[in-house]
C-alpha cells in the first residue's frame, strides 16, 4: 500500500473555487479501482490550505491515477493554476516493510 498527502495553500480569493472543485472531484478518484481512500480537508484555522490524504493498493494504482483523465483535468488544470504552495508526500505502510 502507498499513500499521499497533498498540502495545498489558494491564492487570495481562491479557496471557495478550489474547496468546490475537490468535492466535485472526490468521488471520482474514490471510483477508481486502485484507489483505497480519498479525503479532503480544509484547515480549521486558515481556509486558504487544504490537505488530501489518499491511498492507494500499490505504486501502480497510485500511477493510473496521476495519469487519469480527471487528475490532468482537475488537479493539474483547475486546482494547479489556482495555488500559491503544493506540497506533496509520498509515503510507503510500515505493513509493507
Do not use: W
Not at 468521488?27 to 492507494?56: I, K
Amino acid at each position: 500500500m502507498v499513500a499521499l498527502t497533498a498540502h495545498y495553500r489558494c491564492r487570495d480569493g481562491c479557496s471557495e473555487r478550489v474547496s468546490e472543485v475537490l468535492t466535485s472531484y472526490a468521488p471520482l478518484v474514490r471510483s477508481e479501482p486502485g484507489c483505497l481512500l480519498f479525503l479532503a480537508y480544509r484547515h480549521a484555522e486558515d481556509l486558504n490550505e487544504f490537505t488530501l490524504v489518499e491511498e492507494y493498493l500499490n505504486e501502480d494504482a497510485l500511477e493510473a491515477h496521476m495519469s487519469s483523465k480527471h487528475f490532468k483535468d482537475v488537479i493539474q488544470k483547475q486546482i494547479v493554476p489556482l495555488l500559491e504552495l503544493r506540497e506533496r508526500t509520498l509515503l510507503i505502510s510500515l505493513n509493507e516493510l
